[in-house]
């Protein structure tokens, strides 16, 4: 038995690949049909309509929203951070999932439930929270407030679980059995993460990554109390967006959303070409 013989990628392709030759029956059929249609009134259509919103401006207004050099700054911050805090996360949610996963230790239990309150926690509510804690009256004495370091903590919190979720359920099911058979065949501790943990673990780190980023690019509500959204300096795009419509704009702020789903778009296409290119290695 070789090493590339315990890869469970090149199972998980070959199994893909049976399943891509099958052909759908009746039920199935009318059930993606429904699924299709249910996604199309949810996403598809609203989609169409903001790009639609966006064009009706014409390109003049469109021209005119992307050359504002306050608007480029808070598109630009945003992605930035955004890319930063997702960098971030892919290295420490893969590291505590496997902890996690892997380890037993006091107070485990409590780590699962508090990672998972920035999903339940409403955003204005984590923005508080923040502000107490990061503010001017910071009882650790560290004020980020109305600095793009706000910006970077306000996403990393309410990102925080993207990753750790993602990677967690396929650790579970990675087999410690087949790292030690690897050993035993004489593959080094690096060996066996690069040729078999690590293309298992790509396709969940890329998902994970890929919620962060499309979160990070479209998060509000934790950022206006602790940003200030001074222009220039800690206002970002969503925060551009909402001043378009409130200034009775909305096809420059339909022109924005649509830069931040050609970026959402682009980051997604981007992290599946990775995650496929790292599955394929041998």
Do not use: C
């Amino acid at each position: 038995m070789t090493i590339e013989q315990l890869d469970p990628a090149a199972t998980a392709r070959t199994r893909r690949r049976g399943r891509a030759s099958s052909t759908l029956d009746r039920p199935a059929a009318i059930g993606l049909g429904i699924g299709v249609t249910w996604f199309s009134i949810l996403v598809l259509i609203p989609l169409a309509l903001i790009a639609f919103q966006a064009a009706g401006g014409g390109w003049a207004v469109f021209a005119e929203t992307l050359g504002s050099s306050q608007t480029a700054a808070a598109i630009w911050l945003t992605v930035r951070q955004a890319l930063l805090v997702t960098a971030l996360n892919v290295v420490m949610g893969t590291l505590i999932a496997w902890v996690l996963v892997r380890d037993d230790f006091p107070g485990k239990r409590v780590l699962e439930i508090i990672i998972d309150i920035p999903f339940a926690l409403p955003t204005i509510v984590a923005g508080l929270v923040l502000l107490s804690l990061y503010g001017p009256a910071s009882p650790l004495g560290i004020d980020v407030s109305n600095t793009s370091h706000s910006v970077f903590l306000a996403l990393l919190f309410v990102t925080l679980p993207f990753v750790v979720r993602a990677v967690q359920p396929v650790l579970m099911e990675l087999e410690p059995e087949v790292e030690e058979a690897a050993a035993s065949l004489g593959a080094s501790t690096f060996t066996t993460w690069r040729r078999i943990i690590l293309p298992s673990l790509t396709p969940a780190i890329a998902a994970g990554a890929t919620l962060s980023f499309a979160r990070g690019i479209s998060e509000y509500g934790s950022l206006v109390l602790l940003s200030g959204n001074l222009p220039f300096e800690s206002e970002v795009a969503s925060v551009r967006i909402f001043t378009y419509i409130e200034n009775d704009n909305p096809a420059a702020a339909s022109a924005v959303a649509v830069i931040l789903l050609g970026v959402a778009l682009a980051a997604i296409v981007t992290l599946n070409l990775i995650s496929r290119r790292v599955a394929r290695r041998d």
